[in-house]
């Protein structure tokens, strides 16, 4: 009788840990991050190019430097971005820069090395995690898993709201949304994940990015994208990439 009521306790703790795992969305997360580079992003130099810009991102564990090379026939610019914060070069000299720009410099590069690197980043300290629930999209089961931002270490936009699908078996991202201020309102896109390819054990993607064509909430997306009712806009694309 003991025995029989033990492995029924066992079989209950072990069913419970599954639904525990199945639906926490930071463990989640961790599994899509391990399955696309895991501790190979820690201490790591990527480069890569994206629409005419070269970026270069190194890693020594709490350590980043972002850096985003601009070259035009007259100069080159470039600019870097760490711990220390900002700085701008020009031809290979300091230049001063407003603070106002430092902030929308930082922002637009931080957001280029953030979408590069999916998922690395949805483990930064700022970074709020909720599970949404799971769905189907092309055939494929997805976890929903919502993200939004701190406004201490969230930027200048951390008021902005993501959403990944993230593939229930090898846990990378098929597709993500997210809100942003236009304007005087609220938009919102949609892209779906393509092309992966791995450099050095680590996986990125490219985008097709999507938006709607008329006034939509973040909550119809997936279900926009299904009826073929979303505009492509562009293709988010990565080229030239290094891993070392």
């Given at each position: 009788m003991m025995k029989k009521l033990f492995l029924l306790i066992s079989v209950a703790l072990l069913v419970m840990s599954?639904?525990?795992?199945?639906?926490?969305?930071q463990k989640i997360i961790d599994k899509a991050i391990s399955a696309?580079?895991?501790?190979k992003y820690l201490n790591s130099k990527i480069e890569f190019d994206f629409r005419d810009r070269h970026?270069?991102?190194?890693?020594?564990?709490?350590?980043?430097t972002h850096e985003r090379i601009t070259k035009d026939s007259t100069q080159t610019t470039h600019d870097f971005l760490s711990n220390d914060g900002f700085r701008r070069?020009?031809?290979?000299?300091?230049?001063?820069?407003?603070?106002?720009m430092k902030t929308k410099y930082t922002a637009s590069v931080n957001s280029v090395i953030y979408f590069a690197l999916l998922p690395y980043g949805l483990n930064d300290a700022s970074v709020r995690k909720k599970y949404l629930g799971e769905t189907q999209i092309d055939g494929?089961?997805?976890?929903?898993?919502e993200v939004t931002f701190g406004e201490?270490?969230?930027g200048e936009d951390f008021e902005d709201v993501f959403v990944y699908w993230i593939n229930k078996k090898d846990f990378t991202i098929d597709y993500l949304a997210y809100?942003?201020?236009e304007g005087k309102g609220i938009d919102y896109r949609f892209?779906?994940?393509?092309?992966?390819?791995r450099v050095n054990g680590i996986l990125f993607l490219d985008y097709i990015n999507y938006a709607p064509t008329t006034a939509a909430q973040m909550t119809r997306l997936e279900e926009l994208y299904k009826k073929g009712e979303l505009k492509e806009l562009s293709k988010i694309e990565t080229v030239n990439i290094s891993v070392q």
């Open positions: 599954c639904n525990s795992d199945t639906t926490n969305p696309s580079g895991g501790d970026y270069v991102t190194t890693r020594n564990g709490g350590l980043f070069e020009v031809n290979g000299l300091a230049v001063d820069v407003a603070d106002s494929k089961e997805q976890f929903i898993i201490e270490g969230g809100s942003f201020e892209r779906k994940a393509y092309n992966p390819r």
